[in-house]
Nanobody, 119 residues
Framework: QVQLVESGGGLVQPGGSLRLSCAAS????????IHWLRQAPGKEREGVSC????????VMADSVKGRFTMSRDNAKNTVYLQMNSLKPEDTAVYYC????????????WGQGTQVTVSS
């Protein structure tokens, strides 16, 4: 079975940093577009970023540009989301997911990891 596992979430104060990881099994992550999405309590899921495997181009949501970056380690079959200058409004469950292209809807999803930004 295809499996994605997120990790690295936790509690951090405003202005702090976290690095989220998304590890894949049973398939090669480099063949897919990789999305990060998030869902805050009572709100719909929203897209955060997407990494296009064909050229390593990254698309970032306006709300996180300049603060978040995305990267890939093909040897570990893992992608990362580095989150800096965190704000309380970044509090959400963060998910990684795959699709064929960044403009396609995510298909395979991980279980999510909680990020809480609070003083």
């Amino acid at each position: 079975q295809v499996q994605l596992v997120e990790s690295g979430g936790g509690l951090v104060q405003p202005g702090g940093s976290l690095r989220l990881s998304c590890a894949a099994s049973e398939f090669t992550l480099g063949y897919y577009a990789i999305h990060w999405l998030r869902q805050a309590p009572g709100k719909e899921r929203e897209g955060v970023s997407c990494l296009d495997s064909s050229d390593d181009t990254t698309v970032m949501a306006d709300s996180v540009k300049g603060r978040f970056t995305m990267s890939r380690d093909n040897a570990k079959n893992t992608v990362y989301l580095q989150m800096n200058s965190l704000k309380p409004e970044d509090t959400a469950v963060y998910y990684c997911a795959t699709s064929l292209f960044c403009y396609s809807d995510p298909e395979n999803w991980g279980q999510g990891t909680q990020v809480t930004v609070s003083s």
